[in-house]
């Protein structure tokens, strides 16, 4: 069904430039293509889609900063979990994300390119906040959540490369 729904965005016509009616920017429908994309495995309906993506069409988000805070899934049987994230190591991540990326090209500024920095960099982290070693979610985390304000989203590389990047480093430096 939702394939049937997005063969309207594949007609070709000359590409209408559309405003984002809270912050005035523009965009084109390539844009929303590229939004669509990433979340076409989780919709069910393209109703579904402004749920879904609205972090995109923001100028600023609003959101519970306690969802910033990483807690990884249970770790034993008894559910003991491994410790969270706290307020201190959530500013370490943001700065963290914050520098590596401002470091990108803004030529270079692709998801590969993001991902290709940011992962190496969340597998030491863990280990230097002394959390289980690995655990990538202490830095991606709230790298997400600072993206999209959401608990569920699509991954932060997709997002942070459709956002582009002066918004992706302007959400980091807000959610701090």
């Known amino acids: ?14 590409e209408p430039e559309y ?4 912050t005035g920017e523009k965009f084109s429908l390539e844009w929303i293509k590229k939004i669509v994309s990433i979340y076409k495995e989780r919709l069910k ?9 609205d972090f995109f069409f923001k100028k600023k988000l609003i959101f519970d900063k306690e969802l910033l805070r990483w807690t990884p899934p249970t770790r034993h049987p008894l559910t003991e979990r491994a410790p969270g ?5 959530i500013k370490i991540s943001l700065d963290k994300s914050f520098k590596i990326l401002s470091k990108i090209k803004e030529e270079d ?11 190496p960099e969340a597998e030491k982290f ?5 959390k289980p070693e690995g655990d990538r979610g202490y830095l991606l985390w709230p790298l997400r959540v600072a993206l999209t304000g959401k608990n569920a989203s699509a991954g932060p590389f997709e ?18």
């Open 85 to 89: 994230t706290s307020n201190k190591e």
């Open 126 to 130: 863990a280990k230097e906040i002394k």
């Open 19 to 22: 405003k984002i009616k809270e």
């Open 109 to 119: 500024w692709t998801k590969e390119r993001i991902e290709e920095l940011l992962i």
């Open 45 to 53: 309906k393209l109703s579904e889609v402004p749920e879904l993506t």
């Open 1 to 14: 069904m939702i394939e049937e729904e997005l063969k309207l965005f594949k007609e070709e016509k000359p």
């Open 159 to 176: 997002i942070a490369e459709i956002l582009g990047k002066k918004k992706t480093l302007q959400r980091i430096k807000e959610a701090k």
